[in-house]
């Protein structure tokens, strides 16, 4: 059986999209982030829609990690293309931009439950 993987291009670039994926979301919501709590677009749980500094929070907080979250998925990419097969670099990839899409629902909402937004705004 032969255990060796061929490096392509190709494959490369699609190993590169879940974490082009994540980046484009993060800057674009960045760019156009919501200004006051609504049912259609930002970060939009119960706590975070509770009040304006939750809102502001939990949207820049949630972008945050998105952002953080897109760099190592695509240097990911490289690697997974060098030493794994097609499928399975896919896989972990793809696995990889789902858990940094739901980290930030566990991340921000274990905060709001503790009130950090409530630090960040003056006296």
Same mark, same amino acid.
């Given at each position: 059986?032969?255990? #060796?993987?061929?490096?392509?291009?190709? +494959? *490369?670039?699609? +190993?590169?999209?879940?974490?082009?994926?994540?980046? !484009?979301?993060?800057?674009?919501? =960045? =760019?156009?982030? $919501?200004?006051?709590? +609504?049912?259609?677009?930002?970060? =939009?749980? $119960?706590?975070?829609?509770?009040?304006? @500094?939750?809102?502001?929070?939990?949207? %820049?907080?949630?972008?945050? *990690?998105?952002?953080?979250?897109?760099?190592? #998925?695509?240097?990911? @990419?490289?690697? /997974? #293309?060098?030493?794994?097969?097609?499928?399975?670099? %896919?896989?972990?990839?793809?696995?990889?931009? #789902?858990?940094? /899409?739901? *980290?930030?629902?566990? !991340?921000?909402?274990?905060?709001?439950? =503790?009130? +950090?937004?409530?630090?960040?705004?003056?006296?």
């Amino acid at each position: 059986m032969d255990f #060796t993987v061929a490096f392509s291009w190709g +494959n *490369l670039g699609l +190993n590169l999209i879940p974490g082009a994926i994540l980046w !484009v979301i993060q800057a674009v919501v =960045r =760019r156009n982030m $919501p200004a006051k709590p +609504n049912g259609l677009y930002g970060y =939009r749980t $119960p706590r975070s829609m509770s009040s304006q @500094a939750a809102w502001d929070y939990a949207n %820049q907080r949630a972008i945050d *990690l998105l952002a953080w979250g897109s760099w190592p #998925t695509m240097a990911a @990419a490289i690697p /997974c #293309t060098l030493y794994l097969d097609a499928s399975a670099a %896919q896989g972990a990839l793809y696995g990889a931009m #789902t858990v940094f /899409c739901l *980290l930030p629902l566990m !991340v921000v909402e274990r905060e709001l439950a =503790r009130g +950090n937004h409530k630090q960040d705004v003056p006296d």
